[in-house]
Every structure is written in structure tokens, then in C-alpha cells.
T-cell receptor, first 114, second 111 residues
Framework: NAGVMQNPRHLVRRRGQEARLRCSPM?????VYWYRQLPEEGLKFMVY????????ESGMPKERFSAEFPKEGPSILRIQQVVRGDSAAYFC????????????FGPGTRLTVT | GENVEQHPSTLSVQEGDSAVIKCTYS??????FPWYKQELGKRPQLIID?????GEKKDQRIAVTLNKTAKHFSLHITETQPEDSAVYFC??????????FGKGTTLSVSS
């Protein structure tokens, strides 16, 4: 059973460009969470999704950030018009149905904005 | 909302010693408390967890204790080894929300 997959692992964008981060949950998992980790800090919750539904986006900045989890394909976190402050590691986690607290993390995407 | 405080932020021990990391939470509705270990450049990995109806849980050299009245929980690592060196995160969870993490403890085990 493959674990949570994220790609790309490293992403470099210039200020003003768009960043697209992808997450494929573990097989059988229907919940996806996105977290952001700034250097030497903890993980901050951004958004919680189920297939075709955003359940909780209270941790996501109101502007430039969006997330989706379509019926087919991976979950995508999209950051428009990136700024240097967006540089961070973005982790996706997934959990099985009915066990939302048992979250397994992907390897992360390290975004660098130059 | 929930707030999780973790301390110490750094902890250095000699190989074979015990290490204790403590966390407090603010919302009594939180009912699940996992601990994650993150090695440099790697993903956070769940190492042990405890639910609010349990006071203590052990898994080989690691244990977690929970005091619901005081709203704090602790990670205990005995007989530490160099490979235990990592950043450890505690978290709290309430049904319908996401994990709320502490800021992490960097554990260094020297041989």
C-alpha cells in the first residue's frame, strides 16, 4: 500500500508566478488535509477536503490560495502570484473514512520563491 | 479554538538517559493526542497517540501520559539512542477539525 504521495518534491517559483502542489492520498483514504511548515516552526493547518468538498478552510489565507480534491485525480493546492513569504514546506496528510484524526503525512513539497 | 503549547523547544540528553516532552492544550473538547517525529527534511511520522479516555499508553521505549483535568500530556522516551534525535511534535484534535500542532521540540541525543 503506497503511502501519501506529493509532487513535486521541490518547486522554485519567481515572485508573481503560480505554484501548483499535488497530493495523492493513501489508497482507501477519503480525507485530505494540507499543512504549511515555515522554517523551524510547527505545522499549521490550512484546509481539510473530502472528494469534491471543502470541509474546513479556516487556516487558508483568503487571497491567492485555493484547494480542490476532484472526484478523479489528486488534491491540488494552488498559490497564485507567489510572494517570498510563501516559501515553506507544504505537507499533505490523508486519513481513512470515519477516522479523521489518524493522519498520515506525505513527504512534502518544498516551495522556494525567488 | 484549540491552542497547543509545547516545551521545551530544545532538549539535549546523553545516550541511555530518558527524555520528557510536555504539551498543554486549551480546549477540553479535544479528545485525541498524537505525537509525531520529524527527521531533518523528512515527513512527520506518527509514533504514538492517546485518546482522552486513557491515562497512559506504552510502546516499547516510548510512552505517553494524559492528564485531562490539567489538560496536559507528555511524551516519555527511555534509554534514548542517537537515532531518536529529531524534532517531536505534539498535537490535539477535536472531531470535525484538524490537528493543531505544538511548535516542536528538537531532541539531540549524544553518544
Amino acid at each position: 500500500n503506497a503511502g501519501v504521495m506529493q509532487n513535486p518534491r521541490h518547486l522554485v517559483r519567481r515572485r508573481g508566478q503560480e505554484a501548483r502542489l499535488r497530493c495523492s492520498p493513501m489508497k482507501g483514504h477519503s480525507h485530505v488535509y494540507w499543512y504549511r511548515q515555515l522554517p523551524e516552526e510547527g505545522l499549521k493547518f490550512m484546509v481539510y477536503l473530502q472528494k469534491e468538498n471543502i470541509i474546513d478552510e479556516s487556516g487558508m489565507p483568503k487571497e491567492r490560495f485555493s484547494a480542490e480534491f476532484p472526484k478523479e485525480g489528486p488534491s491540488i493546492l494552488r498559490i497564485q502570484q507567489v510572494v517570498r513569504g510563501d516559501s515553506a514546506a507544504y505537507f499533505c496528510a490523508s486519513s481513512p473514512p470515519g477516522v479523521a484524526y489518524e493522519q498520515y503525512f506525505g513527504p512534502g513539497t518544498r516551495l522556494t520563491v525567488t | 479554538g484549540e491552542n497547543v503549547e509545547q516545551h521545551p523547544s530544545t532538549l539535549s540528553v546523553q545516550e541511555g538517559d530518558s527524555a520528557v516532552i510536555k504539551c498543554t492544550y486549551s480546549d477540553s473538547a479535544s479528545n485525541y493526542f498524537p505525537w509525531y517525529k520529524q527527521e531533518l527534511g523528512k515527513r512527520p511520522q506518527l509514533i504514538i497517540d492517546i485518546r482522552s479516555n486513557v491515562g497512559e499508553k506504552k510502546d516499547q521505549r516510548i510512552a505517553v501520559t494524559l492528564n485531562k483535568t490539567a489538560k496536559h500530556f507528555s511524551l516519555h522516551i527511555t534509554e534514548t539512542q542517537p537515532e531518536d534525535s529529531a524534532v517531536y511534535f505534539c498535537a490535539g484534535f477535536q472531531a470535525g477539525t484538524a490537528l493543531i500542532f505544538g511548535k516542536g521540540t528538537t531532541l539531540s541525543v549524544s553518544s
